[in-house]
Structure formats: C-alpha cells, structure tokens
C-alpha cells in the first residue's frame, strides 16, 4: 500500500504565503515524478509544478517566479512554497507522484487535496 498525504492548505489574503507539503509512505522502492496539480470548481485539473528525481523542475506559466517545487528524496516529501498569492490560484491542490512499490509496479499516485483559499 503507497499512499500520499497533504497538509497546508488553508486561508490566505491575495499577496499572502502558503506552504504545501505532501509525504508518500508504505512499501515503496522508488519514487520519480513528484509534483502538484490544481482544480478550481467548474475548471479541469491542472499541472502547477513537478520535479523529477534528478531535481528538475518544471512549472505552469501562471506560477512562474511566485512558486517553487522542492522535494527531499530520503524523506519521501515534496513541497509547494507559493508567494503572492492570487484571488485566481484559489483551488484544490493534489499532491501526486509516480511511485514504484517494493513489488515492482509503477503507479501513479494522488493525494486527496488541500483546499486553498485566497481571498481578503
């Protein structure tokens, strides 16, 4: 069993800073992709950050210079530090990562969400 878990997410004023973090536990071997996605009400999910096990990152233009991705690979975590927040990055945030269990299958995992509020 693999399972990831958020934490973070709450209310903040546009301009403020949150800072998710997700940790992926059970019998796992190895982990490559980690990143971040997003779901506004009535929008589709969408990528806001990933970084592979290598360390590189790559990130939605919205977030661009306002977010960063980093990941700490002994301790099965990555986080999400955003910076002046808008009333627009206001979504649910799911941590997901590809995840190689101690029985060699490769899934695709994803965490339940974080709900994130930007909003004075």
């Known amino acids: 069993q693999v399972q990831l878990v958020e934490s973070g997410g709450g209310l903040v004023q546009p301009g403020g800073s949150l800072r998710l973090s997700c940790a992926a536990s059970?019998?796992?071997?190895?982990?490559?992709?980690m990143g971040w996605y997003r779901q506004a009400p009535g929008k589709q999910r969408e990528l806001v950050a990933i970084?592979?096990?290598?360390?590189?990152?790559n990130y939605a233009d919205s977030v661009k210079g306002r977010f960063a991705i980093s990941r700490d690979n002994a301790k099965n975590t990555v986080d999400l530090q955003m910076n002046s927040l808008k009333p627009e990055d206001t979504a649910v945030y799911y941590c997901?990562?590809?995840?190689?269990?101690?029985?060699?299958?490769?899934?695709?995992?994803w965490g339940r969400g974080t709900q994130v509020t930007v909003s004075s």
């Open positions: 059970g019998s796992i071997f190895s982990i490559n992709d």
């Open positions: 997901n990562a590809r995840i190689t269990s101690r029985d060699y299958i490769t899934l695709n995992y």
């Open positions: 970084t592979t096990s290598s360390g590189s990152t």
